[in-house]
């Protein structure tokens, strides 16, 4: 597995540990982790290459094994943001504990667990985290930094887009994710990339500071994304009953905690910002992979 590859890695992580402890079994019919069948095949190359045991498979779980590549992961990303994009970003002090049991079945399973769902508003996605993590809002605002990594894939999931913009690196782990959504000149509008009986709502960014002849992709966002800095209410489609065209106009109420949070990790307003991210990151993913 290249190691840029790594950056599929957190994912597999999280959905991992939303079972009481994190077993290394992930049910692929439920559709909230579809697509997680390449992280999982990916990683299955490396601990048990064509069934056969490894180093990887005689000194660890499979549960242990795809933490730790959570962790390589992150680390890969910072990596890529300092060497390959100017950032100096200290490594992630992510704290890697041993001892995760496997499911009998691992890596598949059968077990239903509710996972998050991306047509949530602000107070159901903090319930969310309450009820699986024992998050505080704190801890969750920081933690959903980790869609700095990757993109949503229309064939997968219905969504389409990556977080922090077209143009920049999947593989590249800093603060932009929270910058993006303090930008003043971006404006956010609504999509529905799915049907009305099955809706697939997203936020689609506009680059509003760039004349219109130009391309002002600057990413997308879903419903619980942009519940980390406004009060997000949505109708039970998940529809959002709120706007949030600029910051200055929106008809959603910004949560005044929540933007102070993020403004520690933005680096248009906070020096070492990134380092700020990647500590607060690195605590809430710590409690994540530990389950054990
Ligand atoms: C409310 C919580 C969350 C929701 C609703 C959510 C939802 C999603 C969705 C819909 C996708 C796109 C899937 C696809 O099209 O392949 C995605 C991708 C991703 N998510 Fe999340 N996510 C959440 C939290 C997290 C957290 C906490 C992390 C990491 C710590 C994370 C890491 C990622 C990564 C790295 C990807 C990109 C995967 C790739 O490019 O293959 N997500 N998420």
Redesign the pocket.
């Known amino acids: 597995m290249r190691l840029s590859r790594l950056?599929?890695a957190?994912?597999a992580a999280?959905h991992d540990c939303i079972s009481p402890k994190c077993d290394g079994c992930i049910n692929l019919a439920n559709r909230?982790n579809?697509?997680l069948d390449?992280?999982i095949n990916a990683l299955e190359a490396v601990y048990k290459p064509g069934g056969a045991e490894s180093e990887h498979s005689a000194r660890m779980s499979r549960a242990d094994f795809w933490a730790l590549a959570g962790v390589v992961g992150v680390q890969v990303g910072i990596e890529t943001a300092n060497e390959d994009y100017g950032a100096d970003i200290d490594d992630a002090p992510i704290i890697f504990r041993g001892g995760r049991k496997d499911c009998a079945t691992s890596p598949h399973t059968t077990e239903v667990y509710k996972l998050?769902?991306?047509h949530?508003g602000s107070a159901a996605?903090f319930k969310?985290?309450e009820d699986t993590f024992n998050f505080t809002p704190y801890e969750t605002v920081a933690?959903?930094g980790?869609?700095t990594?990757?993109?949503?894939?229309?064939s997968?999931?219905g969504?389409n887009g990556t977080w922090t913009g077209p143009t920049r690196s999947?593989f590249q782990f800093d603060g932009t994710y929270h910058h993006i959504l303090l930008v003043h000149d971006y404006g956010w509008n609504v999509t529905n990339l799915g049907t009305e009986e099955d809706p697939r709502y997203q936020w689609h960014c506009t680059d509003l500071a760039k004349p219109e002849t130009e391309n002002r992709d600057c990413g997308f966002m879903?419903d619980?994304d942009i519940s980390m800095l406004v009060d997000l209410t949505v109708d039970d489609k998940g529809k959002p009953t709120c706007e949030f065209f600029t910051l200055a106009e929106r008809t959603c109420s910004l949560n005044r905690t929540n933007f102070k949070q993020m403004i520690k990790y933005d680096s248009s307003f906070t020096e070492d910002s990134e380092n700020n991210f990647v500590t607060d990151f690195s605590a809430s993913?710590t409690k994540?992979i530990n389950r054990i």
Do not use: E, K
Not at 149 to 154: K, R
């Open positions: 950056f599929h957190p994912i999280f909230d579809s697509g390449i992280p998050p769902d991306p949530m996605t969310y985290f933690l959903m980790g869609h990594l990757g993109a949503a894939t229309q997968i999931l969504f999947l879903l619980t993913f994540v």
